[in-house]
């Protein structure tokens, strides 16, 4: 009977445990301490977004290479020191992310309405949905509560983020380790409908594939020279169409293709992909809801919570 009792009482203990390990985050998590925190960030994204539409898109990206790191942490807001290497200079960051100094105003503002209460880790998730709602995206309830690790990963950085030469098996398969669907991966590619990419990321499908249309190519070779080293940070809009509005024109592109890097066309070119997006370039709200759904899963991507990392006082640097 002792030992029923007891047994009883280690699964109680353990059922226990696993509820709070998945209510660690919460979207009303700042509902008391932090009350003015959404109003104060939104109001920081819509300034930038409208000084720079593109900076939408940016801070989006922010916040899927974070996550792709080491889950949710802010560890890609951490500057290089003498003595620490952070992940900014990983290949695909390394003259690519950008926005770090909105990060920064809309930390400070938050830091001026509750201080020190705030994660960059949150800070960075809230900004994405701000981002593309402020676009004409769809919204969501943003789960908060995440900490910001006291370290970073180069290394990491450098292997975890998948690179726009990737194949679709290459695209699944990391997707599939963070626990992210199939689905998830194609509505998460779906951001690719804002945004710009650099002439040296799709330099080679302009040049030497097939699978894309001939015209959209001939249009891009205007301003990405084929010799390597010229021309390499010269942009292109991601979405021919609509770069600057969160839609569903990325999916009808793919199927023209005229998907701008390889790993865009990946997902339409008659592997398992190719129904999903079909189903989302005919249906903006199938796509609208699973991206926000796709969103919400990729935050839960091994946030810190509890005592763990710490609430930064400056995303740049630990505390």
Known sequence: MASSCMSLRVSVLVLLLLGTANAQLSTNFYSSSCPKLLPTVKSAVQS???????????????FFHDCFVNGCDGSLLL????????????????????GFEVIDTIKSAVEQVCPGVV???????????????????????????????????LSAANTGIPAPTSSLAQLISRFSALGLSNKDLVALSGAHTIGQ????????????????????????????????????????????QTPTAFDNNYFKNLLQNKGLLHSDQQLFNGGSADSTVRGYSSNPRSFASDFAAAMIRMGDISPLTGSNGEIRKNCRKIN
Do not use: H
Not at 50 to 57: D, F, T
Not at 129 to 153: C, E, F, H, Q, Y
């Open 48 to 62: 930038a977004v409208s000084k720079e539409a593109r900076m939408g898109a940016s801070l989006l990206r922010l």
């Open 79 to 98: 500057d290089d020191t003498s003595s620490f290497t952070g992940e900014k200079n990983a290949i695909p960051n390394r003259n690519s992310a950008r």
């Open 119 to 153: 994660s960059c880790a949150d800070i960075l998730a809230i900004t994405a949905r701000d981002s593309v709602t402020i676009l004409g995206g769809p919204t969501w309830n943003v789960k908060l509560g995440r900490r910001d690790a006291k370290t970073a990963s």
């Open 197 to 240: 990419a650099r002439c040296t990321n799709f330099r080679a499908r302009i040049y030497n594939e097939t699978n894309i249309d001939s015209s959209f190519a001939k249009t891009r070779q205007s301003s990405c020279p084929s010799t390597s080293g010229s021309g390499d940070n010269n942009l292109a809009p991601l979405d021919l």
